[in-house]
């Protein structure tokens, strides 16, 4: 993808044959397959397959130049080619990692070191959006759940009300505030850092920047901000921002729970990359994920993914992922500036189980469209209640069953005549009890879910959204279309402000509501 174009995917002969397969293929209640990658289980049992989709999937890979691609971007490669630069994320977790990372995550520990050995701060604000927010959330959440030493905030809306609340209750004289915004120009993460900065001077904080730190690709933005060079940490230009949790972003984890979270996530990650590189393509957890992906979406149409992991430790599992594929490949035009013509990225959405269960798992089951579903579960729990696990286990595997194999109308007509009903309330009443099955579905099984587990999951779904963007032909790394709404948002702030003339470029809705809303948004 380094400007060279990889052409038109539909116009390939190797795409008219995968599409042939997957249309022939089925879902075969019959059939095992899981592969075990990073020491975590994919269970693709519940996908479309068969031997000729398996040969086409391989070729369609090779046509794409996927080897190639792949190398690319493990070496540091210029893959992102609309903003020019790599997309490097892999190398922050290698295992030996660069000088210029190395000595930066030597800072990092010893400024943790520090604050946990003088007892320091007892409360984190984390400011950040997006990619500099998400992962940290999810990690906090997963291995803080039952309480951090330290209260921690996040905040990320620039609605007011999510600062407010995020500073509420901290005594300013022992919180520090860490902002992690990769261009350190984001309109939320400035608006409220400065809030941040207000609330320590109104304390009477004497040295309110020396309670901040910042985690960003521009030092030097950060230094004229009057945080002190010792409490920058860089980030590079090549981690693009939805990957920039392996970097020092996850200070606030570290600080809430321990250094060794981003160690463990960090080495599954590292194993996955090694998976991803090295394994075949039958066996490479990645890739599979990728094409079963691609025949869910391109060619049985199905228009978004469920994300379903039962644990209630990862419900920011669901936004992580949202952001990861969508800003990812919620793309419509191929490298050479050319429309796609078959859908691509899925729209992507989802809760923990069981709550999933009891709110739109009625709609997977039944309703007129479906969707894919990946189920990811730890096979051993962290508590002491057996029974709880079991029971929950139960749920995910009875969910993914029923997906796969349904429940036919003679099924259901046997189970309400077994009920003891009468003959015409069955027979009318079996067909609301029918289950199409063949509904698609991954299912994830991490031994226990562990730093290094869930280093090795995220890591296992950044290399299916890289793969499905090769075989697309699209840029998964940039986010033109976040860009443009940033733009129309700060003119109309301005207009609200009453500091420049409502435009009369906007639509009769838009400016009819910038009339009616300036009363209440001016300053004061
Ligand atoms: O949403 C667009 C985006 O650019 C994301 O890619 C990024 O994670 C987020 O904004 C925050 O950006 P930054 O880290 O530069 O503040």
């Known amino acids: 993808m380094n400007g060279a174009s990889p052409g038109r995917l539909t116009a390939l002969p190797e795409w008219a044959e995968f599409e042939h397969a997957a249309r022939n293929a089925k879902i075969d209640p019959s059939r095992l397959a899981v592969i075990n990658s990073a020491g975590i289980d994919l269970d693709i049992s519940g996908q479309y397959a068969s031997p000729a989709l ?34 490097w994320h892999t190398a922050l977790r290698a295992p030996a990692a660069q000088p210029e990372i190395a000595a930066e995550r ?19 604000v984390h400011i950040g959006i997006g990619g500099s927010d ?16 330290r209260n921690v905030h996040f905040v990320a809306n620039i609605d007011g009300h999510a600062i407010q609340g995020g500073l509420a209750g901290f ?14 120009t984001t309109a939320e993460t400035m608006e409220n850092g400065q809030r941040a900065l207000e609330w320590l001077r109104a304390a009477g904080v004497a040295e309110p920047y020396k309670q901040v730190v910042a985690i960003t690709a521009r030092p030097e933005a950060a230094l004229n901000w009057g945080i002190p060079a010792a409490h920058i940490f860089k980030l590079w230009d090549w981690v693009g921002g939805r990957f920039s949790l392996w970097s ?21 990650a590292a194993a ?17 994920m990728a094409l079963s992906g691609i025949v869910n979406r391109s060619i049985l149409g199905y228009g978004s993914l469920n994300i379903a992991p039962y644990d209630f430790r990862l419900a920011n599992l669901v936004p992580y992922i949202q952001q990861l594929e969508m800003e990812s490949l919620g793309k419509s035009v191929d490298l050479n500036g050319v429309p796609v013509d078959i859908p691509t990225g899925p729209a992507v959405w989802g809760m923990p189980g069981t709550d999933a269960q009891h709110t739109f798992f009625q709609w997977l089951h039944q309703g007129s469209d479906g969707a894919p579903v990946d189920f990811i579960v730890a096979a051993q729990a962290d508590h002491g209640w057996p029974h709880h696990h079991r029971i929950l286990l139960a749920n995910c595997l009875a969910q993914r069953q029923a997906l796969l194999q349904g429940k036919s109308y003679d099924a259901a007509l046997e189970q309400c005549l077994e009920s003891g009903m009468p003959q015409d309330r069955a027979q ?3 067909h609301h009890r029918v289950y199409g099955g063949g509904r698609p579905s991954n299912l994830i099984v991490l031994p226990r879910l562990s730093p290094y587990t869930l280093g090795a999951l995220l890591a296992l779904y950044e290399h ?32 609200l402000n009453g500091t420049k003339a409502t435009s009369t470029h906007h639509d009769a809705s838009t400016r009819h509501w910038v009339e009616r809303l300036k009363g209440p948004c001016t300053d004061t």
């Open 134 to 149: 998400w992962g940290v959330r999810l990690a906090v959440a997963a291995f803080g759940y039952a309480g951090t030493w």
């Open 171 to 184: 005594d300013p004289h022992d919180t520090l505030i860490v902002m992690a915004s990769k261009s350190f």
């Open 106 to 124: 030597q800072r990092l520990f010893e400024f943790i070191h520090t604050a946990d050995s003088q007892r320091k701060w007892r409360n984190i």
């Open 248 to 268: 020092a972003v996850s200070m606030t984890t570290a600080l809430a729970v321990s250094a060794d979270v981003i160690a463990g996530m960090q080495m599954g």
């Open 54 to 87: 398996e040969q086409a999937g391989a070729a369609l890979l090779e046509a794409r130049d996927f080897n190639a691609q792949r190398d690319l971007l493990l070496e540091g490669g210029i893959v992102n080619v609309t903003e020019d630069r790599a997309a």
């Open 272 to 288: 996955m990359d090694k998976h991803f590189a090295e394994a075949p393509i039958a066996e490479n957890a990645p890739v599979q």
């Open 428 to 430: 009318w009443l079996a």
């Open 464 to 495: 299916k959204v890289f793969v499905q963007g090769v075989i697309w032909g699209i840029n998964p790394f940039d986010q033109w279309g976040v860009e443009y709404g940033k733009h129309l948002a700060s003119g109309l702030a301005q207009e």
